[in-house]
């Protein structure tokens, strides 16, 4: 009996070591910035990424940061379309925006994110019927690759007021999963304290989805894990009218994101800017002068 236990204890400590080394291996390859962040880049973040725009310089710089070294380490590639720098821009805001608040965060679940032309099915099909699918995280032979619909993407940055966006989603999703669990319980980010109550709080509100009185995305009541999801594009795009409706759910999150984000300054975006445009940095320059100094 010894003899099995002392075989069974070396190997899990095996088992474990195994463990250690991938993810210190991971760590250890993961790529830094060295280079300046392109002019042309920091244009398509202040057309297009409200978030970017609510920060201050600081944190527009580690914002900037982490997006090239968001690239540096996910390949992001199309199926039937092609992509380019803009499409990479919004897929790595997507996936900065909810861990910004965690500078050291790495995603080390994801390999690589697949670009699809629009909807897509269970089979990944473009084209038939049932088609509903804008975004998914893989499992199986999947594993490490999220799939993103390219008009769900754009969509996602383009309206700012429908509490939606298809990218943050799957990227909360790749969150969630990072404790090895789906469950809608974050226990990388959720201290235990709140566990109890964020799962209590979930049910509530998944009740008050199928009661209809609730302004919430009816797909959050699907379960915990959509629920997480759901909320999440919510907190990020429209943060003071979840503060108003829901401030339990509001206080949680805040909790777990570690950012209060109804105290953001709401900057609308400009759309194209021009060079003798004003800078959106209200820096009282034209842009040619300032954030454009260099593109």
């Given at each position: 009996m010894n003899k099995l236990f002392a075989i069974v204890l070396i190997l899990s400590l095996i088992m474990f070591l195994i463990f250690i080394g991938k993810s210190f291996n991971k760590q250890s390859i993961w790529k830094k910035p060295k280079k300046p962040f392109p002019p042309k880049w920091k244009k398509t973040l202040l057309e297009n990424v409200s978030f970017y725009m609510s920060l201050n310089p600081d944190d527009k710089q580690l914002f900037e940061y982490k997006?090239?070294?968001?690239?540096?380490?996910?390949?992001?590639?199309?199926?039937?379309?092609?992509?380019?720098?803009?499409?990479?821009?919004?897929?790595?805001?997507?996936?900065?925006?909810?861990?910004?608040?965690?500078?050291?965060?790495?995603?080390?679940?994801?390999?690589?994110?697949?670009?699809?032309?629009?909807?897509?099915?269970?089979?990944?099909?473009?084209?038939?019927?049932?088609?509903?699918?804008?975004?998914?995280?893989?499992?199986?032979?999947?594993?490490?690759?999220?799939?993103?619909?390219?008009?769900?993407?754009?969509?996602?940055?383009?309206?700012?007021?429908?509490?939606?966006?298809?990218?943050?989603?799957?990227?909360?999703?790749?969150?969630?999963?990072?404790?090895?669990?789906?469950?809608g319980i974050p226990e990388l980010l959720l201290e235990k304290?709140?566990?109890?109550?964020?799962?209590?709080?979930?049910?509530?509100?998944?009740?008050?989805?199928?009661?209809?009185?609730?302004?919430?995305?009816?797909?959050?009541?699907?379960?915990?894990?959509?629920?997480?999801?759901?909320?999440s594009e919510y907190f990020f795009e429209r943060p003071k009218l979840l503060k108003q409706k829901h401030p339990k759910l509001y206080s949680i999150l805040e909790e777990i994101f570690n950012q209060n984000m109804a105290s953001k300054p709401k900057k609308s975006l400009s759309g194209e800017i021009n060079r003798n445009d004003p800078c959106p940095c209200e820096s009282g320059k034209k842009y040619k002068k300032c954030c454009g100094k260099n593109s």
């Open positions: 997006i090239q070294e968001f690239l540096l380490n996910i390949q992001i590639n199309g199926v039937q379309t092609t992509v380019n720098e803009f499409d990479k821009i919004l897929v790595a805001a997507s996936a900065i925006i909810p861990i910004f608040a965690f500078p050291e965060w790495k995603y080390f679940n994801l390999k690589e994110v697949l670009l699809y032309p629009s909807l897509f099915n269970e089979n990944f099909d473009t084209d038939g019927k049932e088609r509903r699918i804008a975004g998914m995280v893989g499992t199986g032979y999947m594993e490490g690759k999220m799939i993103l619909s390219k008009q769900a993407l754009h969509l996602g940055f383009r309206n700012e007021s429908d509490k939606k966006n298809t990218a943050i989603h799957e990227f909360v999703h790749l969150i969630d999963k990072a404790d090895g669990n789906t469950d304290q709140y566990t109890l109550p964020w799962i209590d709080l979930i049910q509530n509100k998944i009740e008050e989805i199928y009661d209809g009185e609730s302004d919430i995305n009816p797909y959050g009541a699907t379960n915990k894990t959509e629920f997480f999801a759901v909320i």
